[in-house]
């Protein structure tokens, strides 16, 4: 007589069954993804450091693309080899991700600073400015996508739509300069341009060890004065680059709201008499918040894009400012440096947003 021994089968409705499933499959776990979305993060840099280092030297060496012309032929190749860009492309490159790697990312052109200082100096100004035009999309577009949800085809729910197109589609130069125009020339309410006015400005740098964000500084002064004046010039350039991200969240919130209204268990509470208002704030509003956390590395990357003519416009002197100047003078050193420091924020800020999201929505994981 033979025997044979079997394993137990699991039962379909057991709720370790998928768990084990993906135990066996390797995948699933949370551990195991956020390896994968931290690992992606050296490529994406390495690419578009690459991207960058090659197309600026599409035109030539740094030093002609900025001095030639200003300087004799015997001066302009003397510099030239002195900054080694005499030297094969392939050589230069790999002496440029070393130099990276080391946290150098060499020195301006136009004004012989290093680029490190460059950045420590100005991305706080871009920090700051990206930290409240988020806040201005989170105020804007979160309240007014739940509201066109709950007016659903209705005049609110068209004339918000309508509004959120406008928000990202209206050039966000073209949006400060309007905003300038009404609330700084019109109205008189609003300062025009700069962080911070002249005697705000010298009292923050008397600070030892100043940080560069003009909110943090103007707190350390202790003077309330200060702190209102760099308020009031941060509203403008706020609300000219938070509108710009706004259209978007309102449009997504919307949507999502939508479809979570329309689900069994909302429906559900729906037929026990539960009022609509409740079920918008009670069952539909933190589901559709997934996909905003979601989409926010892609919209920092937005805000940075929009960055660069927000500060030009307000003259807020942060890496946009920077950029779009080096540009002007063709300080191509410099531009590789902040685009490389633009490229580091980006990927970093979407794997945070890729840990906070498989957190609160384990779908995300598989």
Not at 214 to 227: C, F, Q, S
Not at 245 to 254: D, P, Q, Y
């Amino acid at each position: 007589m033979t025997t044979t021994t079997t394993e137990p089968a699991t039962e379909a409705g057991d709720p370790a069954a998928p768990a084990a499933r993906r135990k066996r499959g390797g995948g699933g776990g949370l551990g195991g993804y956020l390896l994968v979305r931290f690992l992606l993060i050296f490529p994406t840099i390495f690419i578009l450091v690459t991207t960058v280092f090659f197309l600026m030297r599409s035109t030539g060496d740094p030093i002609t693309a900025a001095l030639g012309g200003r300087l004799p032929a015997d001066q302009l190749a003397q510099r030239i080899s002195e900054a080694g860009y005499d030297r094969p492309l392939l050589s230069q490159y790999w002496d440029y991700l070393g130099g990276i790697l080391r946290g150098d990312f060499g020195t301006t052109i136009s004004d012989r600073t290093p680029v490190t200082d460059v950045l420590k100096t100005f991305g706080a100004a871009t920090l700051e400015l990206s930290v409240y035009a988020l806040i201005v999309a989170f105020i804007v577009g979160i309240p007014l996508g739940m509201v066109a949800a709950y007016f659903r085809d209705r005049t609110p729910d068209a004339l918000l739509r309508v509004f959120a197109i406008l928000c990202y589609a209206t050039p966000v130069f073209f949006a400060g300069l309007l905003l300038k125009l009404v609330f700084s020339v019109w109205l008189d309410w609003l300062p025009v341009a700069g962080r911070a006015s002249t005697g705000a400005e010298i009292q923050m740098q008397r600070l030892d060890s100043p940080t560069n964000i003009a909110i943090i500084d103007a707190l350390r002064t202790g003077d309330g004065e200060v702190v209102g004046d760099v308020l009031q010039h941060a509203v403008l350039p706020a609300i000219a680059l938070g509108l710009l991200t706004a259209g978007v969240f309102l449009r997504l919130v919307r949507t999502n709201v939508i479809g979570t209204l329309g689900t069994g268990y909302v429906e559900a509470a729906r037929s026990r008499g539960v009022s609509e208002s409740r079920l918008l704030r009670k069952h539909a509003y933190r589901p559709a918040l997934i996909p905003i956390i979601t989409v926010i590395g892609l919209q920092i990357a937005l805000l940075l894009v929009g960055a660069v003519l927000t500060e030009t416009t307000f003259e807020w002197k942060g890496l946009g400012f920077q950029l779009a100047e080096y540009l002007q003078a063709r300080d191509f050193v410099a531009v590789q440096g902040i685009v490389a420091l633009l490229a580091v924020i980006v990927a970093v800020t979407n794997f945070i947003v890729d840990v906070i999201a498989a957190l609160i929505d384990p779908r995300v994981r598989y």
